[in-house]
């Protein structure tokens, strides 16, 4: 079974300039997650997905990220303008449920530099 | 809130050496219990979990037991080798909730 891909692994940008991240789910997971990390530190959950609906996204900052998940299998997240702060790593993750025994598995990861 | 708090690292060790990784946590329900393990410049993988009081989750010769009494799950390996060395992560999942709640994870080094 292939694991959650995500494109590209890293990237770097000057700040103010837009910039995009892909994510594949492993087949048949309905939901998925984009969290931020940074360094030294454990996941932030940005928002989750239930097949093509955002059911939260309370922690997206929503003047400069937007997200979508067309057709509730590939997503993309997406920063315009990026500031220097959102230097991370971006993590995508799938799950086959949204209940809280249910594994998330992890992609490896998109490496964000904002210069 | 819930809560998972870790040991903190970095944790050396050589060789060989018995691991121990301390996490314990606070939550308002019946949480499953997580250990997720990341490696330099990669993702997150989950390592083992737990979901209910008493089991015992196990992979790679790592092992933990959801411990309700005391609120531990703490990670035990008896051998580590020099490719253990990464960071280790605690986790809880409220039964009603998808929401992942983090520990600061726990550096561990390995040396020859």
């Known amino acids: 079974e292939a694991g959650v891909v995500q494109s590209p692994r890293y990237k770097i940008i000057e700040k103010k300039q837009p910039v995009a991240f892909w994510c594949n789910p492993i087949s048949g997971h309905n939901t998925l997650y984009w969290y931020l990390q940074n360094l030294g530190q454990g996941p932030e959950l940005l928002i989750r997905y239930e097949n093509e609906e955002a059911v939260d996204d309370s922690q997206l900052p929503k003047d400069r990220f937007s997200a979508e998940r067309l057709k509730g299998v590939d997503s993309t997240l997406k920063i315009q303008p990026a500031e220097l702060g959102d230097s991370a790593v971006y993590l995508c993750?799938?799950?086959?449920?949204?209940?809280?025994?249910?594994?998330?598995?992890f992609g490896p990861g998109t490496r964000l530099t904002v210069l | 809130g819930d809560s998972v708090t870790q040991m903190e690292g970095p944790v050396t060790l050589s060789e060989e050496a018995f691991l121990t990784i301390n996490c314990t946590y606070t939550?308002?329900?019946?949480?499953?219990l997580f250990w997720y393990v990341q490696y330099p410049g990669e993702g997150l993988q989950l390592l083992l979990k737990?979901?209910?009081a008493d089991d015992k989750g196990s992979n790679k010769g790592f092992e933990a037991t959801y411990r309700k009494e005391t609120t531990s799950f703490h990670l035990e390996k008896g051998s580590v080798q020099v490719s253990d060395s990464a960071v280790y992560f605690c986790?809880?999942?409220?039964?009603?909730?998808?929401?992942?709640?983090w520990g600061a994870g726990t550096k561990l080094i390995i040396k020859p």
């Open positions: 939550a308002t329900g019946y949480p499953s």
């Open positions: 737990a979901t209910k």
């Open positions: 993750a799938s799950s086959r449920t949204s209940g809280g025994w249910d594994t998330q598995y």
């Open positions: 986790a809880l999942s409220e039964s009603s909730n998808y929401q992942l709640i």
